[in-house]
C-alpha cells in the first residue's frame, strides 16, 4: 500500500495507485477453511448433495434460532425467495416498493407480471416513506414490499398499519438485515414473511443463497413446496411450483461462517467507526450511523455527499477509482430509471424527489474482514485530500 500525503500523490495526477490490488465493496467474508472442508467430505462421503439434505436443514433450523423466528425456509438465492414469498403469498396487480433497492427487488414482482409501484423514501433513513407508500395505493394495488435497507428496520409498524387499513398483504425484503434487530426485535419477526440474501457480496453468505423466514407455518409449507416444484412425496405433485433449493455444500458455506459472524460484525463495526471518525467535519460529507441500542451488522459503509461538499459525488468515486478502491454509487440510479421501469414509467422520477436525491448522493464504501484498520485509514485519507483540496 503506497501512502498518500498530498494531491500530489493521487493516481488522478498521474502517480501510482495507493493499492496494487483493487478493494471491493462486497468482498467475501469467509470463515473456517478446514471446518468447510471437512463438511465437504461429510457430503462426499453421504452422497447427497440436493434436495432438503442434513446440512440444509441444520442450515435452516440455526438461522430461525438466530432470528428467534418459527420457520425458515432456505433457498437456492435471495431473488427466487422473494418470487416464492411473492407467489406464497398470492400478491398479484400491483405491489407497492421503494426504487432505492437492489433491482431483484422490482424484478421479483415483474418477472411474475406483478406491476411494482415505486414509493418514495425518506431521506434520512433511506426507507421507504409510510405517507409516500399511502399515495401510491390504488384500487389494484395488494401488497407491500418494504427493505430494510443497509440492514435498518424499515417503518414496520407504520407500514403495518396501512396494510391492516388497506387489507394489503406486507413482507420485507430483509437481503441487508441478517442478524439485525428492529425495535428491539430481531428481523424475520415482522410482515407476513422476511427474505434474506446470502450472496457472495453479503456480510454473510453461502456462495449463492436466500431463505424466507416466517412465523406463519402454512405459510412456510406451501413455500417448500413450491422450491421443489410442488413435490410432497415421491411421484406426487400437489402445488405449482419450481425449483428454488439450497444445495447442501451452500448450506456447509452458511455453517462455517454462521461460526464466523461475531469476528465480521466485529470487523465491521470497527470499519464503520473509524470511517466515522476520519471522515467526520469534511464538508458536506457524512457517514451513515447505525442505532447503537439495535443489533446490526454493519456490512454497508454509506458515506453521503451533499451540494455542500466542494467536489461531487463522482468526482470523489473517479478518485478513488484511479487509487484502485472500487466505491459503489448503490443503488443508483434507482430502479425507476432502469429497464424495463425507465421506458413503462418515464415520469417516475417526478414522484421520488428523495429517491433521486439519495441515489445521485451515496458512495458506498469498502469493509469487512478484508479490510484492516490501515486499509480505512487510507481510503478514508484519499477522500479526505480530495474534498479538501479540490484536485
Ligand atoms: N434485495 C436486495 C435489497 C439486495 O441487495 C439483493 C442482492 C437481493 C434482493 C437479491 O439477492 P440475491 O438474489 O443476490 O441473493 C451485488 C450482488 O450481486 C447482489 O446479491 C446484492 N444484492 C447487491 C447489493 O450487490 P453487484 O452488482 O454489486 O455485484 P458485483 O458483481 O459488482 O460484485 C460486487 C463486488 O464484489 C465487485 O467489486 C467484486 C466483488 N466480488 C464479487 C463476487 C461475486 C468478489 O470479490 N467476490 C465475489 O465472489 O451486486
Not at 57 to 74: I, P, S, T, Y
Not at 131 to 154: K, N, S
Not at 195 to 221: I, Q, R, Y
Request: glycine share 8%.
Amino acid at each position: 500500500m503506497k501512502k498518500i500525503q498530498t494531491t500530489r500523490d493521487l493516481a488522478i495526477n498521474g502517480a501510482l495507485p495507493a493499492f496494487e490490488e483493487t478493494l471491493h465493496v462486497g468482498r467475501p467474508n469467509i470463515g473456517s477453511r478446514d471446518a468447510f472442508m471437512k463438511y465437504v467430505g461429510d457430503i462426499f462421503d453421504r452422497r447427497w448433495l440436493s434436495n432438503n439434505g442434513p446440512m440444509v436443514q441444520e442450515f435452516e433450523k440455526r438461522v430461525a434460532d438466530l432470528h428467534g423466528v418459527k420457520n425458515c425456509v432456505a433457498m437456492c438465492n435471495g431473488t427466487v425467495a422473494l418470487e416464492i414469498a411473492i407467489r406464497a403469498l398470492g400478491l398479484e396487480g400491483e405491489v407497492i416498493v421503494p426504487s432505492y433497492t437492489f433491482i431483484a427487488t422490482a424484478h421479483a414482482l415483474s418477472w411474475q407480471a406483478i406491476t411494482p409501484v415505486f414509493a418514495d423514501i425518506d431521506p434520512v433513513t433511506h426507507n421507504l416513506d409510510p405517507d409516500a407508500v399511502r399515495r401510491m395505493i390504488t384500487p389494484r394495488t395488494t401488497g407491500i414490499i418494504g427493505v430494510h435497507l443497509w440492514g435498518r428496520g424499515a417503518p414496520v409498524d407504520e407500514l403495518q398499519a396501512i396494510a391492516d387499513e388497506h387489507g394489503l398483504k406486507l413482507m420485507f425484503d430483509a437481503a441487508h438485515a441478517f442478524g439485525c434487530s428492529c425495535k428491539g426485535k430481531m428481523i424475520g419477526n415482522f410482515g407476513a414473511c422476511e427474505v434474506l440474501s446470502f450472496h457472495a457480496t453479503k456480510f454473510f453468505n453461502t456462495f449463492e443463497g436466500g431463505a424466507v423466514v416466517t412465523n406463519d407455518g402454512d405459510l412456510a409449507e406451501t413455500m417448500r413446496l413450491m422450491r421443489n416444484f410442488g413435490f410432497v412425496a415421491m411421484d406426487k405433485v400437489v402445488h405449482p411450483g419450481t425449483n428454488g433449493k439450497m444445495i447442501e455444500v451452500a448450506a456447509a458455506m452458511g455453517l462455517v461462517n454462521l461460526d464466523a459472524i461475531d469476528g465480521v460484525i466485529a470487523a465491521n463495526r470497527r470499519n464503520h467507526q473509524t470511517y466515522l471518525k476520519l471522515l467526520s467535519g469534511l464538508p458536506g460529507i457524512s457517514v451513515l450511523a447505525f442505532d447503537d441500542t439495535e443489533r446490526n451488522n454493519y456490512q454497508y459503509a454509506v458515506m453521503e455527499v451533499s451540494e455542500k461538499c466542494p467536489v461531487t459525488r463522482d468526482q470523489i468515486i473517479e478518485t478513488l477509482h484511479a487509487e484502485n478502491i472500487r466505491a459503489r454509487k448503490y443503488f443508483w440510479p434507482g430502479c425507476h430509471n432502469m429497464q424495463p421501469y425507465r421506458d413503462l414509467y418515464p415520469h417516475a422520477g417526478l414522484l421520488l424527489p428523495n429517491t433521486q436525491r439519495v441515489a445521485d448522493s451515496v458512495v458506498v464504501l469498502p469493509t469487512g474482514t478484508t479490510m484492516d484498520d490501515e486499509m480505512v485509514h487510507a481510503v478514508s485519507t484519499v477522500i479526505r485530500i480530495v474534498v479538501e483540496n479540490r484536485p
